[in-house]
Structures are given as structure tokens and as C-alpha cells.
């Protein structure tokens, strides 16, 4: 039984299919939708002329796998002991091997006034409400300079609404992105038109119905028809909580992503797990290729591969035409080296004091920097130390040092 129909859930479902399970899975989720991808909904499921979900799987693929989907239902109480699972329509489900997917969801702005225009984006049915929104004419205000946020300011320019940006922190993108690349973002918005504030707490909010007044740590004001907060996720934990799973930043697994309970796993947005590349580290990733490698990996440990995660951690980001890609952990790194693309495409390599390459970001037209990425990619799984000289020369491939 898996609990969560999205991305990682889906997926997992599908693996043990693949894997020749032939046994009854059952894929148990909350919304009313297939499982589908969640990258989309801060862009084309904006900008696109009909809004589409890009479902990983069909009805159809579902029944000729005979893969079980309820949907519409939430996992209400895990019963460890008779290996039940109870549902919020009232019945209960037997499991002998049970993993639980619920992601995350979006961490919520605690201050009062907020109603109606204050929103927050993470189902499609979010992106529908907050798409109505989007056009000339309209004015928004996204609190929270992170990708969601940006990528959603990106969308609603697109689309010709006024678009505010507010940022508490002193820069956008302040967790995992280096303050290089962040500036770049940040001029690329200004240069569509878009006014971010940084440094800015917030002191209160007024919903009126009508519009939404945002007043600043400044005393300025932001007046807005939407406002969408973006300040970050929180992982789904309650249901495992209950059942008296251990949490640690999310639900806590070991590296093969089995709970402390033998027959319960966990995936995703919702665990933390350690990553034998940073020694052992204890990290939760909200990342859809995350998403997508641990849930095939739960699958292969549901059936006994008892495989170790050992993927290098990959985020990516577009706006405007310009890619971000990140692999590994910049906050690793204790040295940054350049390494200039054509196209003024750029890669920052991220070094940690005894010469390993722990992290690379790059950012740049297109696909300008996805192949030299997914080479650090690999170099920083080999825990190689390439000299400073060669990552900063464009004239030395890459390749040539994940070859040595």
C-alpha cells in the first residue's frame, strides 16, 4: 500500500509493476486528480492556453497494471500492530508492506487578515485559482522569494499582470542558490518589470475582500488584487507521528528509506534520510527528481533490494528563458571556482576544505549548462577532487576529469 498520489507515490506504484510484483497495490490520495507532476503549475499550467495537468500515468495504464488508485481520500491512522491503514471514507486497508509518500505542503503565513486573496500554490486546483487572477490589469503580490515564487512572477509578467515581489531575507533565493546567480535572477525580473522588495519583513496584512494591503517593515504599502505566499514547505508527518514514527525534519528513515518499523518506508518530500556522499548527512530534498529516484528506490526495498540512496541532489529552475540547475549541496562547499560558458552561460563549482567537489551552479540560456552539470553531477558522487584550475578552464573538459 502506498499513501500519497503524487509524483513519488506514482512512481513507486509503477516500479513494482515493473519489477514483476504481482501481488495487489493499492495507491491511496488525498486530491481527486491522477498522480501528476507538480513543477508545471508555477508555469505552463499558468501560461499555457488551457490549463493541463501532466498526470504520470492513465486510467488505463493503472488498470492493465491493475494498480489500484483511490482517490479523493485521505490515510486518516496507520494501525502498525494489525498492518491497517484506516481512511477517511471509514474503511481500513491491510498492508504487509506500506509506504508513505504526503510530500509537503506549503508552510503557512501566521499572521492574521489573511482571507480569500491570500493564497498559497501546491494543487493544480491552487494554480487554477490563482491563474484566473493572472492578466493585465491585475496586480499580485508574492510573498516569499524562493523558486515557487519567482517562477510565478516569471508566469504572471508573461501574462501582463503587475507583478510585486517581497522578500524578508537581504536577497531572493537565499537558501541553496549563490548570491552570483541569485543577482542575475533578480535583474532579469526587474528587467521584465517586475518590483522586488528584499530586507522587508511584513506587519500586517489586510484582506478586504477586494484587494489585499500589504504594509512593510518600512511603512510602505503594497496594495494587490492577489496575494500568494511562498515562504517555504513543511512535510506531511502527522500520520506517521501518530503511529509513533520517529520525525527528524521529516519523517525519519534509514539510507534504504525504511522507518524504524520494518514494513514501513517513506519517500519523498515528507522524509529525511541520510546521503552517504556529505558522510552521512541527514537531508530532506523537496525536488521533483528527487521525488521521482526515491520512489523507485522504496520500490525496490518494499521487495528486498535493501539498495542504499546514493543520488546526488539535482534542483532546476526556469525563468525567462534562463535555466538554473544545481547539483549537490552548496552549503557544503568553503571555495567557489568559475568556470564561464558560451552564451554567458557560467558554472560556480562549490569545494569543501579538503579539495572534494561538493556542488555545482550553473545558470545560463536554454540547456547551456545541463551537460557540464550533470558531469559535476557524477564527479561529486565519485567524492573526486579535481584541481581549482581545470574546473575554472574552459579549455580542460570535464570529461576528461571524470575519466582521471
Not at 505552463?44 to 493541463?52: D, L, R, S
Request: aromatic letters at 4%; a negative charge; one cysteine or more.
Amino acid at each position: 500500500m502506498i499513501i500519497g498520489a503524487g509524483e513519488c507515490g506514482g512512481r513507486a506504484s509503477l516500479a513494482l509493476r515493473d519489477l514483476g510484483y504481482e501481488e495487489p497495490v493499492v495507491l491511496v490520495g488525498d486530491e481527486p486528480h491522477l498522480p501528476y507532476e507538480r513543477p508545471p503549475l508555477s508555469k505552463e499550467a499558468m501560461t499555457g492556453e488551457a490549463p493541463v495537468i501532466k498526470a504520470i500515468a492513465t486510467d488505463e495504464l493503472f488498470a492493465e497494471r491493475s494498480i489500484r488508485h483511490i482517490h479523493s481520500v485521505r490515510a486518516v491512522a496507520i494501525d502498525r500492530a494489525a498492518h491497517q491503514v484506516r481512511l477517511s471514507d471509514g474503511s481500513s486497508l491491510t498492508y504487509d508492506r506500506l509506504l508513505i509518500a504526503t510530500g509537503s505542503v506549503p508552510r503557512k503565513l501566521p499572521m492574521p487578515g489573511l482571507d480569500g486573496r491570500c493564497v498559497y500554490l501546491r494543487t493544480f486546483n491552487d494554480a487554477l485559482a490563482i491563474r484566473a487572477h493572472l492578466s493585465a490589469g491585475n496586480r499580485v503580490a508574492i510573498i516569499g522569494g524562493g523558486f515557487i515564487g519567482l517562477e510565478l512572477a516569471a508566469s504572471a509578467r508573461k501574462l501582463g499582470a503587475a507583478v510585486t515581489v517581497i522578500e524578508a531575507q537581504p536577497r531572493i533565493l537565499m537558501r541553496g542558490v549563490p548570491a552570483e546567480i541569485a543577482e542575475i535572477i533578480h535583474k532579469a525580473h526587474e528587467a521584465e518589470g517586475v518590483s522586488i522588495r528584499t530586507g522587508q519583513g511584513i506587519t500586517a496584512i489586510a484582506d478586504d475582500g477586494s484587494q489585499v494591503r500589504i504594509t512593510l517593515g518600512d511603512g510602505q504599502e503594497v496594495v494587490a488584487d492577489l496575494a500568494v505566499i511562498g515562504i517555504g514547505a513543511v512535510p506531511v508527518t502527522a500520520l506517521a507521528a501518530e503511529a509513533g514514527l520517529a520525525i527528524d525534519n521529516g519523517i525519519a528513515v534509514d539510507a534504504t528509506l525504511r522507518t524504524a518499523d520494518p514494513d514501513i518506508f517513506a519517500a519523498g518530500d515528507c522524509c529525511s534520510f541520510p546521503l552517504a556522499v556529505y558522510g552521512g548527512r541527514r537531508v530532506r530534498l523537496e525536488a521533483w527528481r528527487n521525488a521521482q529516484e526515491q520512489g523507485a528506490l522504496a520500490a525496490r526495498n518494499m521487495l528486498g533490494a535493501n539498495e542504499a540512496h546514493a543520488a546526488v541532489p539535482w534542483f532546476w529552475s526556469d525563468q525567462y528563458g534562463l535555466t538554473l540547475q544545481i547539483a549537490g549541496l552548496s552549503d557544503e562547499g568553503r571555495a567557489i571556482v568559475r568556470r564561464d560558458l558560451d552564451d554567458g552561460a557560467f558554472i560556480l563549482f562549490h569545494l569543501a576544505e579538503d579539495g572534494r567537489l561538493v556542488a555545482a551552479s550553473g545558470i545560463g540560456p536554454g540547456n547551456a549548462v545541463a551537460r557540464d552539470i550533470r558531469l559535476a553531477e557524477m564527479l561529486i558522487a565519485r567524492r573526486a577532487t579535481p584541481s581549482p584550475e581545470a574546473l575554472g578552464s574552459q579549455a580542460v573538459k570535464l570529461k576528461s576529469l571524470l575519466a582521471a
